[in-house]
């Protein structure tokens, strides 16, 4: 009998998949045990297999028998015909994306979008900034050649658009149909979380090179805004670190340093504040440049077992942001998950973790400013380490904080589940990319409607604020009624980088009845007025408990944070509409400063200015003699009087010249400050580096061996930032990391630090920290929260008030009633001294700042601080031999942010330089 050819390749084929699947499941099945991993979700005893054990991968799912092989190789290959000349990312790498035990670096990434823009007209790489530490960070616009030719018209249309004013719907929907969606697809913030940064590539790749209907449909339709590395110093220390531990029991650690020089996993929690460079840089691209409709940044640490988390976002919806907001990035979600289950990928889960109420992700700021910003987090096991899950490890459900959803039964926010199987780091790769490209579909597709309804949502903005609906109409800034002049213009500017219109009056003007001077600064109606909002006004976070009775269900982050309050800015809420001042201001000037006065004897600076630390600082290094008056003034001397015009203008510091100088100066000098630094990349430490930095403090790092084995007395303070007090005795224990990275400070280190107070020295410390400091300098203080279970305290991120003593020198400066960010912090109890009758054993302890016992809530959410925090002890100071110890209870320069606290932490370090003791505080 003739057999046709045809159907003998058919047979044969058929049997060489059979034979493969059959060895894959083998393969899967003597997949080894590797039992000294836990995999970041916390699941122990899941295997690690090599590329050769798993081959081809096939992820498990109830559609499994009928899921074509992922990779994107192989399913793009009959779609796209590719110019000779476009370089794929392995030519440059010298391996795939997603390799096994392979990252690419920083400046691989770079050279690769170089080439590929020296290759094609169809992308333009521009550079947009250094990182900290100057690494170029880059932005690719990827198009077709004729949009990148008139990218400059495209980019003005999305910002009439976006801003909305003097745009009616007839223009509107002109602009619409004539624009491009613009998209922004990022690769990731978190440098540990590698797989976004190494997607990127081969998404730039595709859209370049690819000449598939889908391709070439997005190229015509939208213009890809794609920054392929968003923390360049990041990747390169992690790539650094893994490619060290290779092959050794240390390979999927953690590096002992933070990931962002500063900040590390915070450099996501900064968007609105801006502090860091790589933050601004990102944010002139999306609030002044570009104005993307779409906002899409990549992570990769979802809820286990899912393989990838997205929209549409938990409960709560924040009440400032616009319904079709909310709507929107829905739609994108349902959109991504159709896409993942037409490629049959199981594991997108929606609705559990992530929510949408905080303002500070660099996901959730966008969405303030009527732009669909979202996040992913695709699987992770760790790095470029392959890792195998049997059936049996996958769980029932996933877990009681999100709602104990089933894991392993199809619903309506996991449609496929995943069900075990093998994830290589080319799977998260992958399924990046196909949620990028569904991302970039729907933007092309629906362009006009994605451009219509950003100027929908900023029109509607507009006019919500000329009715005064959900805010007032406009907020009045005037730099003369303000505590701290300087701490309102760095206010201003911030608000500037997020894209905030900010006008200023050239002339006297009235509103709601009240009189301004020229100069003072107006925020009215505007398109960012969910922005606007939502850092000015107070809100109250929802109740939310796992179930009844249970514990609190934990928000993503904050639940209250707004700037004018952690700022401590007076400004005035007008609800009846005014003639706004026309001039809308670019740059905010610093406020009127310099010296004033004809005297000779000393030049006076009020306490009050935190920008007049900088100052001080910079005379000092100038060759100041500084003094302080007992009332907080400080007396600058021995500097040229144009020194001093220079720096107070510079900075918006006023300094008064006196003829005479007034009694009871006692000198100051710059202060020796040593931070505790450990080997557990502590985001505090970062924090206070930072700060201090900004403030121009000259400090020193001081690790384990210095504290165990050095004469500390070259310091005059020790500070020790948010840390527990187990982890700075006890750091990495034994056989966790390598040896050089293993130990905490120890009982030797405790023990010098003692000494180093006894003799004279001071130590700081707060928050986790404080503990360390009442344990081991037996302080009289008890940690009245400590052992508390979440449903009888729970504060995860909100804002209280405090009450300060300002006669004291720890509180100079300060406001009587002050605001302090108290995220899982502390507050304290004195312990009772001994007493019978009247007899009353001593006890030296000073109380200067305390939670205020009423009212203590300002803005976000509490459960049970009525019982355990208000009136309790916040901050205060014992004196330990010659030396002395101050705690707060919480971060004073939270994330950058509080400037209303940051001189509870300066104070101290310029008090630890006094000879002779603090100055007198009246009984308390």
Known sequence: MHVPRLTVGLVFFALLVYLDASIGAQRLVSCPRDSSH???????????????????????????SRAPRSGTYATNHADRTLAAKVPEPREVFGFRPGDDYKLANHAQIVEYFRRLDRASDRIVVEEIGKSTEGRPMILALISSAANLENRARYKEISRQLALARGVDEAKARALAKEGKAIIWIDGGLHATEVAHAQHTPELGWWLVASEG???????????????????????????????????????????????????????????????QVETQAVARQLYHEWFPQIVYNHHQAGPFPGRIWGPPMKNPVNPNLDPLIVSTINQIGEHMRKRFDEERKPGYVSDIQYDMWWNGSMRGAPDFHNMAGFLTETALYRYATPKCYTPD??????GERHGNMAAKIPSTNYTNPWLGGCWPLRQPVEYMLTASRATLDIGAKLKEDFLLNIWRMGSTQIARGEQSEGGPYAYVIDLAAQHDATRAVEFLRTFRLGGVEIRRAEVPFTAGGTEYPAGAYVIGPQAFRPYVIDLMEPKEFPERRLYPGGPPDPPYDMTGYELSLQMGINADRVEGAFP???????????????????????????????????????????????????????????????????????????????????????????????LYKSFLANMDEGWTRWLLEQYEFAFTNVSNDDLRTNDLSEYDVLLFADEAAEDILNGHLEGTMPEAYVGGIGVEGAANVRRFVENGGWLVAWDRAADFAILSLGLPLRNTVKDTRPQEFFIPGSLLRITTRPDHALTAGMEANAIAMFSGSQAFAVVPAAAEGDAQAPRDIDVFVEYAREDFLVSGWELGGARYLAGRVAAARVPVGKGQVVVFGFRPHWRGQPHNTFKLLFNPLFLSTLDGGLPATPTH
């Open 580 to 674: 706004l001042p026309p001039t809308v201001i670019e740059e905010i000037p610093p406020p009127p400063g310099g010296v004033q006065g004809s005297g000779s004897g000393g030049f006076a600076m009020s306490p009050n200015l935190n920008l007049g630390v900088k100052a001080v600082n910079r005379l000092l290094k100038a060759g100041a003699r500084v003094a302080r008056t007992p009332d907080g003034t400080l007396i600058v001397q021995n500097v040229p009087r144009d020194l001093v015009d220079k720096e107070g203008r510079a900075l918006g510091v006023s300094f008064d010249a006196l003829e005479t100088l007034p009694e009871g100066l006692r000198p100051l000098r710059a202060p020796r400050i040593g």
């Open 393 to 398: 490890e996958v769980p029932e459900t996933f």
């Open 213 to 275: 209907d889908e391709a070439q449909r997005i190229r015509e339709n939208a213009i890809l805004l794609l920054m392929p590395v968003m923390n360049p110093d990041g990747l390169d220390l992690v790539r650094d670190w893994y490619y060290e531990n290779l092959r050794t029991p240390y390979e999927t650690t953690r590096p002992p340093a933070l990931y962002h020089h500063y900040i590390g996993h915070d450099n996501n929690r900064d968007w609105y504040m801006f502090t």
């Open 38 to 64: 836990t995999s970041r979700a916390g699941h122990p005893g899941s295997r690690r297999c090599s590329s050769v054990e798993y081959g081809l991968y096939a992820p498990s799912s109830r559609l499994a």
